[in-house]
């Protein structure tokens, strides 16, 4: 027999109460993995607002907000649900079944199922973050680029080269992404406001530094912040994002002299080689290629005087040590003089100071010697050195040779008995009649005739050097005024040897002046 309580709670021929059994819950809408990726998930409302639609749906956090009613009759047939209110049910159906109906149980959870008290979305779903809109942005974005000016004088500084910084300033329009876009996007964007995004590439993980300011900054242009790196750059644009309004401009600065290292240059294959097309062409590449940097102000104002003299005067006849063209100055009598390093420094520097031109040298004691015959020109090179004619010593051989029988047949028979008596002379000195009766050393081989008599009388041979000092037209009249040092650098003798050199070649040229005279 059924209790009064059971009676009550569950009298006969009737439907469940309704505030237990008529609340049926939604159909459960599961939204795919690939709608959330794509961004066409839209979240379910709660079942309070399924059983009483309306402009807010406060169940959900954050709540939603209806703007129309085709909104709220588009989640309605979407997510569906019992609509009806429980007090609306046909009260009929209390009459239809003769036993009570049980109430409907509760859908069983699935373990990919989060109980969140609403319609409930796999775990994978809720846990992702949902997709924020990122469209980019586009700002005017003004971009310096500085650079070193070319070295000027001014009257202030007392003829001083100097040089300061200049600055092109160019606008463009640059998109810019508060989420995606990443430091090596930006820097490849403003560098193509003037050009250069072809020439350099920023760095995988640094570099190049530029500075990034936008007006309402703390310290202004002044305090701008140095960005190298990708955390300095997301902490840059962190700020910029915080900014209850994007500003209008945003300004960059980098400086073209530090970005050397991030210049893109062209790779060639192995065992390659670059065709030089022209005379002209510089070679960019390469581990011992010279740079513009190594050189001082003076010389590089030089250089194009000196390029000017190579192709003026080119000489075929006397080449360099490797078999290249030569360079000589060919006066109108057709003497040559070589134009070595120090005769194309000084008259380049003439030319530079206006007090020369390329057609005539100027007027300097490295050519003077040349002009007054103290300094011969261009000597030839080569194992046996130049080669005469016939010397001095073989033609007095062939002129005595011819005279002796001559002097034989006309000298006439002695008839006296009595010995020859020949008188006695003063005995001469040797060294004058050294001076005096020795062969003079052929034009141009003073040099080398000096070095051998050195070489025979102190046991110190140089002959290997006399190309060097010949370069630097060292004759024996001039090694005695030349500095140890400079002759101990071409030579490679000790000290003691320096000094003797420089006194026999002292002694030396005053017997050679002698024979001169004698002459």
């Known amino acids: 027999m059924r209790t009064i309580q059971d009676q009550i709670d569950n009298p006969p021929f009737t439907q469940p109460v309704p505030s237990t059994a008529a609340d049926t819950p939604p159909p459960t809408y599961v939204a795919t993995y690939a709608e959330v990726v794509a961004g066409n998930f839209r979240r379910p409302p709660s ?23 085709e909104e709220i009759d588009d989640d309605i047939r979407t997510f569906g649900g019992n609509t009806v209110r429980t007090t609306e049910c046909n009260w009929e159906d209390d009459h239809i079944s003769p036993t009570p109906r049980p109430p409907t149980p509760p859908s069983p959870l699935s373990l990919d199922l989060v109980n969140t008290g609403n319609p409930r979305l796999p775990a994978a779903a809720i846990a992702a973050p949902l997709p924020v809109p990122n469209e980019p942005v586009v700002l005017v974005v003004n971009v310096t680029l500085l650079y070193t000016g070319p070295p000027t004088v001014s009257s202030n500084n007392r003829g001083k080269a100097t040089t300061k910084k200049l600055k092109i300033v160019k606008m463009d329009n640059i998109p810019l992404s508060m989420e995606s876009t990443s430091r090596i996007d930006f820097i490849k964007s403003f560098l193509s406001t003037h050009g250069l995004a072809e020439t350099f590439s920023p760095g995988a993980h640094s570099g190049p530094e530029f500075k990034l300011w936008w007006p309402g900054i703390s310290g202004g242009k002044t305090g701008a912040p140095s960005i190298l790196t990708d955390h300095q750059f997301r902490i840059a644009i962190d700020a910029l994002r915080k900014k209850s309004k994007i500003p209008p401009m945003i300004n960059v600065e980098f400086d073209l002299d530090t970005m050397e290292g991030y210049r893109i240059k062209e790779i060639l294959p192995p065992g390659a080689e670059k065709v030089v097309t022209g005379t002209e062409e510089e070679l960019a590449y390469g581990t011992r290629v010279p740079q513009i940097d190594s050189f001082s102000d003076t010389a590089q104002l030089n ?14 006849i006397h080449q360099g040590e490797h078999g290249e063209v030569g360079y000589c100055y060919i006066s109108p009598s057709g003497e040559h003089t070589r134009l070595n390093t120090l005769r194309m420094k000084t008259w380049a520097a003439a030319l530079a100071a206006g007090d020369a031109t390329k ?13 007054d015959g103290r300094i011969m020109g261009p000597k030839a090179r080569g194992r046996a050195g130049p080669h005469a004619s016939a010397s001095n010593a073989d033609a007095m051989t062939m002129f005595m040779t011819a005279l002796l029988p001559i002097l034989s047949r006309k000298r006439g028979r002695n008839h006296s008995n009595s010995p020859d008596v020949t008188p006695k002379r003063p005995k001469a000195n040797s060294t004058s009649l050294s001076a005096t009766f020795s062969p003079l050393p052929e034009c141009g081989l003073e040099l080398r005739t000096c070095l051998r008599h050195f070489a025979e009388r102190e046991g110190i041979d140089l002959t290997a050097y006399e190309a060097p000092l010949c370069a630097e037209d060292y004759s024996p009249d001039i090694i005695p005024y030349v500095e140890d040092s400079e002759l101990r650098k071409i030579t490679g003798a000790t000290a003691g040897g320096v000094i003797k050199l420089k006194k026999f070649c002292k002694e030396w040229y005053d017997r050679y002046e002698a024979k001169c005279r004698a002459q």
């Open 47 to 69: 079942a309070g607002w399924l059983r009483n639609p309306a402009w807010i749906d406060g169940g959900i956090n954050p709540p939603r907000y209806y703007y129309s009613h």
């Open 303 to 316: 250089g194009r005087f000196v390029i000017e003299l190579k192709k003026r005067w080119p000489c075929q």
């Open 359 to 371: 057609h005539e040298p100027p007027n300097s004691s490295v050519f003077d010697g040349a002009r």
